[in-house]
């Protein structure tokens, strides 16, 4: 098993006696179904149904304090925090950035003998591994007890382009992606069938109709890496940009439609003059998927 610490990711702490009922109405995913041990992915929304912030969700035990901890990015966190703090109105809800005493460590390819407090599989997928949420000086510690390598974290952003999972701030924007463009209804990041949540009419109105222009598409690259950003182009005609990418394998934000039909149109697709093909060319169906977070 590999494991690295993610510096890139920080923690919040919503805790009381409404905090249940409090983020279920506001974030994409079901916080009815949260029970301590689990892990979920979600995210709050704007009104217009584009992407403040995702994030994993753990419910804490009793005994680790109680509340539900947010693994999210350590630059968003605490204006996450003051975004939470403004929907909180009376709701008996604390929030807390606690970013500077508990950090993230990711682990995979591998079985953990035991699993630490505040541990979670990864729910974007099979592949992904697991989440643990610790104090930075527990580090050697927790490596200690689930029997795992130490990498850095270059290590761990291979696995996750592999997997496909994008990086929020550098595989898309901020702000400016809906959860569709950013792959979440595949990535078990929306629930379909829970209630209203902040921006729920425009992410359901999208599943629906299967209306997502871009998507986020794994590809294949014959050349040195291009930077986050660089336009990917087929014959005259922008499809898309590029986002993070290592070792010959990247994620992308293109045009569904623009990119099809280069592939009909044998086109070849490029960036920066570096060749690029994608790896599964299903990425890009606009079939609507049923997930559920």
């Given at each position: 098993?590999?494991?690295?610490?993610?510096?890139?990711?920080?923690?919040?702490?919503?805790?009381?006696?409404?905090?249940?009922?409090?983020?279920?109405?506001?974030?994409?995913?079901?916080?009815?179904?949260?029970?301590?041990?689990?892990?979920?992915?979600?995210?709050?929304?704007?009104?217009?149904?584009?992407?403040?912030?995702?994030?994993?969700?753990?419910?804490?035990?009793?005994?680790?304090?109680?509340?539900?901890?947010?693994?999210?990015?350590?630059a968003l966190a605490q204006p996450l925090a003051d975004k939470l703090k403004f929907y909180k109105l009376r709701a008996k809800v604390l929030v807390e950035n606690l970013s500077d005493r508990l950090g993230v460590l990711a682990a995979w390819d591998g079985a953990m003998p035991?699993?630490?407090?505040?541990?979670?599989?990864?729910?974007?997928?099979?592949?992904?591994?697991?989440?643990?949420?610790?104090?930075?000086?527990?580090?050697?510690?927790?490596?200690?007890?689930?029997?795992?390598?130490?990498?850095?974290?270059?290590?761990?952003?291979?696995?996750?382009?592999?997997?496909?999972?994008?990086?929020?701030?550098?595989?898309?924007?901020?702000?400016?992606?809906?959860?569709?463009?950013?792959?979440?209804?595949?990535?078990?990041?929306?629930?379909?069938?829970?209630?209203?949540?902040?921006?729920?009419?425009?992410?359901?109105?999208?599943?629906?109709?299967?209306?997502?222009?871009?998507?986020?598409?794994?590809?294949?690259?014959?050349?040195?890496?291009?930077?986050?950003?660089?336009?990917?182009?087929?014959?005259?005609?922008?499809?898309?940009?590029?986002?993070?990418?290592?070792?010959?394998?990247?994620?992308?934000?293109?045009?569904?439609?623009?990119?099809?039909?280069?592939?009909?149109?044998?086109?070849?697709?490029?960036?920066?003059?570096?060749?690029?093909?994608?790896?599964?060319?299903?990425?890009?169906?606009?079939?609507?998927?049923?997930?559920?977070?």
């Amino acid at each position: 098993m590999k494991a690295a610490f993610l510096p890139d990711r920080g923690v919040i702490k919503i805790s009381g006696d409404d905090a249940r009922h409090y983020l279920n109405g506001l974030v994409t995913t079901d916080m009815t179904k949260l029970r301590p041990g689990d892990g979920r992915f979600g995210a709050l929304l704007t009104p217009q149904g584009k992407i403040i912030a995702d994030f994993f969700i753990t419910e804490a035990a009793a005994d680790d304090g109680g509340g539900f901890l947010f693994d999210c990015s350590r630059a968003l966190a605490q204006p996450l925090a003051d975004k939470l703090k403004f929907y909180k109105l009376r709701a008996k809800v604390l929030v807390e950035n606690l970013s500077d005493r508990l950090g993230v460590l990711a682990a995979w390819d591998g079985a953990m003998p035991t699993r630490p407090d505040l541990s979670f599989v990864d729910p974007r997928g099979d592949k992904l591994g697991w989440r643990i949420l610790l104090p930075q000086e527990l580090l050697q510690k927790t490596i200690d007890l689930i029997g795992a390598q130490l990498v850095d974290v270059a290590a761990y952003e291979a696995h996750r382009i592999g997997c496909g999972a994008p990086s929020g701030g550098v595989d898309f924007s901020y702000g400016d992606a809906f959860p569709h463009e950013a792959n979440m209804d595949r990535l078990h990041g929306v629930d379909f069938d829970k209630g209203c949540y902040v921006g729920q009419e425009v992410v359901s109105r999208m599943q629906h109709r299967g209306t997502a222009r871009t998507r986020i598409v794994r590809v294949l690259l014959d050349g040195p890496r291009p930077e986050p950003g660089q336009e990917i182009v087929a014959g005259d005609k922008s499809v898309g940009a590029m986002g993070s990418s290592v070792d010959g394998v990247g994620l992308a934000l293109v045009r569904v439609d623009r990119v099809a039909d280069a592939l009909a149109a044998a086109l070849p697709l490029s960036a920066g003059g570096v060749a690029l093909r994608l790896v599964d060319a299903d990425e890009l169906a606009q079939l609507p998927k049923k997930t559920v977070a």
